[in-house]
């Protein structure tokens, strides 16, 4: 609940405050105000953190930074919006989706060298988790339980196509096992579904499950995370649990058009960089399960292409489509 407080907070507050910059120091871009598009709808994850980073991004550049909710089609009307943007003042805050779009949406109205990587932001850890009451008390156990009924489990997922549906499919195919994709619109009905026991299963985001795990009403299994999640150290991951190979990390960066000039985008990566470093930006992260990510935009840059090329090979092998 503290959580959801805070992400509908956030969506209701001041999208920036007034530089601290004396106009002497202000450096020669950004020159006015800095628009950062945001491709989902107010109150998530993606648009907390990016509301969060607004100020000290205005701070560090002396120009205010308005974030702009540009929400539909997974993510790619922003996504486009962005990449057309000539203002040489947009940038683009995007999700683990921006590497999966490509395969699920074969006529994108952009290509994705029209944008390139600033920075790195942050991880928001998926868990595996089963109703309180569901005889599966480990990965293993669900491992076994799926192979002895094919097909009669089920998992949820906010919709086709969301880091909780790949998570699923990525996890039958690494641990060799048919469970029953059920897609909702949205987290929240497959949450209740999950908390009545209608369905088996759910990698759901940490965000939005860690309330439902804290009462006892769901049990958590593991983390799909390369590395262990921070709000869950002593819970394994998938991988640890026995599926090597197993991955998910659900990742928010920040991006560019092309068109921006290179000085620029190094200055708006040193600036998000710096705000990833602030100790209160880490605390209010760490609220909504939000872990910081290592790097730059060199190593963004290889990140994303490698998550393309490995999510396009689930999608197609998984024949997964869009909602």
Known sequence: MQRRTLLLGLAAAPLARPSLIRPAQAQSWPSRPLRVIVPFPPGGAIDAMTRLLAP???????????????????????????????????????SMAHAVNPSLYPRLPYDSADLVAVAPVAVVPNILVVPASSPIRDVPGLIVAAKRKPGELTYASAGNGTSIHLAGALFCAKAKVDLTHVPYRG?????????????????????????????????????????????????????????????????FVMLAPRDLPDAARESAETAVLAAMRDDSIRQKFASIGAEPMDGDAASLQRLISAETTKWTEVVQQSAIRAD
């Not at 922003?78 to 943007?85: H, L, N, Q, V, Y």
């Not at 439902?212 to 921070?230: M, N």
């Open 187 to 251: 987290s929240g009905p497959a949450i209740a579904d999950q908390l009545g026991s209608r369905v088996d299963a759910m990698f759901d985001s940490i965000t939005s499950s860690a309330p439902h795990t804290a009462d006892g009403r769901l049990r958590v299994l593991a983390a799909t995370t390369s590395k262990r999640a921070q709000a869950y150290p002593d819970l394994p991951t998938v991988a640890e649990a026995g599926v090597p190979g197993y991955a998910v990390d659900p990742w």
């Open 56 to 94: 000290n991004l205005s701070d560090a550049l002396g120009q205010p930074v308005v974030v702009e909710n540009r929400a539909g089609a997974g993510g790619t009307i922003g996504t486009e919006a962005a990449a057309r943007s000539a203002d040489q003042h947009t940038l683009l805050m995007v």
